[in-house]
């Protein structure tokens, strides 16, 4: 894993853990409605051992409420790692003090470097400030209001649905160029910026579905309607037009989205990934292989688009064979061979309706 899927991952982690909904979140808002404060440290390992001073020992299950009352006294609240056990209340913590820290207050700059020097999650709920710190190894997340996410998310959604109708206009598009084969790299290169911008817009999202908990869900079914087959589908466009043998579809979806996280996509970038030298130009014509359109056949099993494409090599071959060669398929009989001419037919017409260019 690169260092920020590593980060994105934790961080979505850390955000399922104290979504709205669970019990810790629920105390942690109790706390924070309650104006005392916080310091919660959410594991008691060996490196915890040393940079706690004093204290009570409490061991009893956690209840929101239970975390409310002891949150009234000074100190740090310590829970076990999964958040189910409240250990100590009223704990001073000592970590190194040659931690860097760049928080002011005394609570804040403790989180921290309780959270550097332990690993643990440790929640810094401000007394003055009204807001949740969240830390854990060397990342600081705070917590934003419910509803003011919630609000970034509904908008996220609209951009979200625009861009994927300008997705689907362009899928669309091409495939019915593949047809007539009229397909240059620009086509190809257009969709791929599109479903780019989908998944950066989706990935997005799915920050603030973990950080919703219980809010989210109405939002996580939309996301789950609108983009659940972008990947899919951006997988066959790979296979459809890279050359290369090296690279799986889905790994090199990861590739070309490591691209977009750092900079902005370039298309010599995206035509090197999909395996094409650097003297390849936007305006050369290009074929397609034909699974993005063979899969959309009904009842055609993959495995078989597999081995049609593997015999005839381009969608355009396949379009031109005689019910008589496909015959020749493994996994292809004559009634198959009827159904797979009858549905390329219909899925051309229904482009050449559909297409807007
Ligand atoms: N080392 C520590 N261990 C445990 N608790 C601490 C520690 N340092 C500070 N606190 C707690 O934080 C409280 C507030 O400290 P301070 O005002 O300096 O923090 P702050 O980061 O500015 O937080 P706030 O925004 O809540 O004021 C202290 O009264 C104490 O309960």
Redesign the pocket.
Known sequence: MEWYEQKESMIGDILRFVAPGTPIREGIENVLRANT?G?IVLGYNDKMLHLVDGGFHIQSDFSPANLYELAKM???IILNGDGTEILYAN????PDPSIPST????????AERVAKQTGNLVVAI????NVITLYKGSLRYALKDIGVILTKANQAMQTLEKYKNVLDQGITNLGALEFEEMVTFSEVIQVIHRIEMVLRIKNEMLNYVDELGTEGRLIQLQLTELVSNVEDEAALLIKDYSKRSDYEPYYMLKKLQEVNQTELLDDAQILKLLGYSSTTKLEDPVMPRGYRILNRIPRLPSLIVTHIIDRFGTLNEVVKASTKELVVVDGVGEVRAGKIKEGLNRIQEQLFIDRNI
């Open positions: 404060g310091l000074d100190g740090a704990a001073q913590l000592m928080e002011t207050g005394m609570r804040h700059r403790t401000s007394q003055r400030r």
